[in-house]
């Protein structure tokens, strides 16, 4: 049986946006499931009276709004230069038409410019110290390992009924945005709120609305996702780990029959991992293949994926299920196939991913199961190059068509108050194919850079037909903001501080001496957080927004007193402003000493200093797990090839609303209570940002 992945052996491999998260122990998914159906009854009966409470509690705390009903088409990743270009072009008729009846600007993002920290700003109006998502990892002060920003795993111990497991044992997450969300606020004054794959919704609110959750959800084993690749073709090892998945050799029970596992959540005695048989009986010479995993049975050819096949693990009230799809990558040299993360079963949740719990088994009931992992997109297969850009683009807009079921249910549904819906397939598909828009990207070496040039180009057209549709479905009464958190560049080179502060006498490996020149880092070698000196290290970085001072009495093992912590931001500040890198110019265009731009409460949780990378360049894959490897500056040449992790200037996002309004330069930060002040809400006293349509500019 393959080992577990724990928390240690994930997070040290470089990952996309974060690290998978600890692994948990699943059980009373019957229990769960239960409850949520006798909920759902409940809630069916109470909800002519849940109607008029809303509307009694909400009475005197609104006035009558601009608009009966807001709904916010979150566009992730949508940047303003390609889409001005395309406007311009006459290619997106749909926005051109909502600027010219409407308003369209650039939208200032947030600092640093990263997803997690742009949706919790747009949904609580404040920035990353008032609702503490700084990165989408942070650190532990005591092993300077990364953690996860947004979520936190706390395990409790089991609850037990003689053999039964009882509700409330076991592991539970708690959600670390802090500050109170605008739909939240809605819930308050009675207003109805319908909150889809908003990023940082895990777990969900509890409030008088509905909400799925998106980015940090889990998959099945407790990570933020672990592909499976199966081969024949001969291994080292019966499994091996490669970043993002796990690799697995194929027996050969019998001609044409070959044999594995399929790995699932922790055993509850913590002794492993629950396991399922997986085969598959191949026809080479009809290119497909019929496939036995776990109880279920189909066949897929070459170039499709299956279904969403339900995968149930464990037994009794001990079951956790799961759904994954599973694609065939060759069958010669060598049969092989591609099996997604394993999702957490919408129709049989084993941990709340909606509220009310129960919203996930009805969507799950009215369109057929559907992607819950919060990063769906497997960009780390198509990094590992395990599966091909077209397989990533199927399974792309797979998600995004389920989405779309679910945003235009509820735009039926809910004819006043607030729906808000985030689509990622702008933002993932940005990531792995911007090199096709670069032609001397250092990852188009070896790659093709013909039969996807148009993927992007397409990608804002169907975007740009989905917000046609969603105008179409609009009453007299009804406000539209389309917005993205943030805008795109290439991502050519990547910039590993921990190198340079190693370079430069701020941070030691174990085996440096403490004078002298440093052993050299031989090519390809990266040493992990456990290999560095934390005593005698002042500086170092995880994450991709900046770093952090290795400051006594904060970190265990800190070494910079707090009475010089200024003067060394100050001094590193300067020393890397405008980094050089050989002809190409500089790589670093500014930084930003964060108690100067932060004045939250959360602000000490955050990086010391805000890295603004000149675009093209971003924290390469080793420091942002915080490795020290041998190069300060190398080529990026992963299919994950455009990013945003820059210079905040460099990547606003875009506004676009059926309204018009005069604000000049409205920021992400004033989304919340644009939002509520459309409504007739006021914003509460915490919120920093203004409304558009009432802010004076300059204000």
């Known amino acids: 049986m393959p080992d577990c992945m724990t928390v240690s052996t994930m997070i040290s491999a470089p990952l996309a946006y974060i690290g998978p998260g600890a692994g948990f122990a699943l059980g009373g998914s019957f229990l769960f499931a239960l ?38 088409l979150g566009l992730d990743g949508f940047d303003p230069v390609i889409c001005r270009q395309m406007m311009d072009a006459g290619d997106l008729p749909h926005l051109t038409s909502m600027k010219t009846t409407g308003t369209y600007r650039p939208l200032q993002t947030t600092f640093p410019a990263m997803s997690p920290v742009g949706w919790s700003t747009f949904a609580t109006g404040v920035d990353a110290s008032g609702h503490n998502i700084f990165d989408f990892l942070s650190r532990d002060l005591v092993t300077h390992l990364p953690v996860l920003s947004s979520t936190k795993l706390h395990k409790r111990p089991a609850r037990k009924l003689g053999p039964i497991n009882l509700p409330g044992g076991g592991s539970s997450f708690e959600l670390l945005r802090r500050s109170k969300p605008f739909w939240k606020t809605c819930a308050e004054t009675g207003l109805a709120s319908t909150i889809l794959r908003v990023p940082i919704t895990f777990p969900p609110d509890k409030f008088g609305g509905k909400m799925l959750s998106a980015m940090c959800v889990p998959d099945l084993r407790g990570t933020q996702g672990t592909f499976s690749h199966y081969t024949s073709v001969k291994a080292h090892s019966p499994e091996t780990r490669t970043t993002g998945g796990v690799r697995l050799h194929l027996k050969e029970s019998s001609p044409g029959v070959f044999t594995s596992v399929l790995t699932g959540p922790d055993l509850p005695d913590g002794s492993g991992c629950m396991t399922l048989p997986v085969s598959a009986e191949v026809d080479f010479e009809k290119q497909q ?33 799961g759904i994954c799809k599973v694609r065939i990558t060759s069958f010669e040299p060598g049969f092989s196939f591609y099996i997604t993360p394993v999702h957490i079963d919408p129709r049989n949740p084993a941990m709340p991913i909606s509220n009310p719990p129960h919203l996930a088994m009805a969507y799950s009931r009215l369109q057929g199961r559907f992607a819950t992992l919060g990063l769906a997109e497997d960009t780390w297969a198509l990094n590992e190059r395990v599966i091909d850009e077209q397989a990533f683009l199927d399974q792309a807009w797979s998600i995004h068509d389920e989405r779309c079921t679910q945003f235009f249910h509820a735009l039926k549904r809910q004819p006043e108050g607030v729906i808000s819906c985030v689509f990622d397939a702008t933002d993932r598909i940005q990531h792995m194919f911007f090199r096709y828009l670069d032609e001397d990207h250092p990852a188009n070496k070896g790659k093709d850079i013909q039969k996807h040039k148009n993927v992007i180009p397409d990608l804002y057209r169907k975007a740009d037909a989905l917000v046609g549709e969603t105008l179409d479905k609009l009453g007299k009464n009804d406000v539209l903001l389309v917005v993205s958190d943030h805008g795109f560049k290439t991502f050519q080179r990547g910039v590993n501080l921990n190198s340079w502060f190693r370079d430069h006498g701020y941070l030691f490996l174990k085996n440096d001496p403490d004078n ?52 060394l931001k100050r001094e590193l500040i300067d020393a890397l402003r405008g980094m050089p890198d050989g002809t190409r110019g500089e790589a670093i265009t500014e930084l930003w000493d964060c108690d100067e731009i932060y004045h939250g409460p959360y602000k000490s949780n955050g990086p010391d200093v805000i890295v603004g990378f000149k675009p093209g360049y971003r924290a390469d894959w080793d420091a942002a797990v915080g490795a020290v490897s041998g190069e300060v500056i190398s080529d990026n040449t992963r299919s994950w090839s455009g990013d945003h992790c820059m210079d905040p200037r460099q990547v606003p996002g875009v506004l676009f609303s059926s309204r018009p309004f005069e604000v000049a330069k409205p920021a992400l930060l004033d989304m919340a209570p644009t939002v509520l002040d459309l409504l007739g809400v006021d914003a509460p006293a915490h919120m920093t940002g203004c409304s558009i349509f009432n802010r004076k500019e300059g204000a």
């Open 35 to 72: 409850a949520g159906i006798l909920l759902a009854f409940v809630a069916i009966l109470a909800w002519p009276v849940r109607v008029f409470l809303r509307s009694l509690r909400g009475r005197g705390k609104r006035q009558t709004g601009a608009a009966k009903r807001v709904v916010v």
């Open 289 to 321: 293949a019929l496939f036995h995993l776990g109880d279920e049975k189909f066949t897929i050819c070459a170039n499709e994926y299956s279904p969403w096949i339900p995968v149930v693990f464990g037994s009794g009230s001990g079951k956790a299920h």
């Open 516 to 567: 002298g020149p440093l052993p050299e880092i031989p090519e390809g070698k990266r040493y992990e957080v456990a290999d560095i000196d934390w005593p005698r290290t002042r500086a170092y970085t995880n994450g991709l927004a900046g770093f952090f001072l290795n400051i006594k009495g904060r970190e265990k093992q800190g070494c910079v007193e707090p009475a010089n912590a200024t003067a």
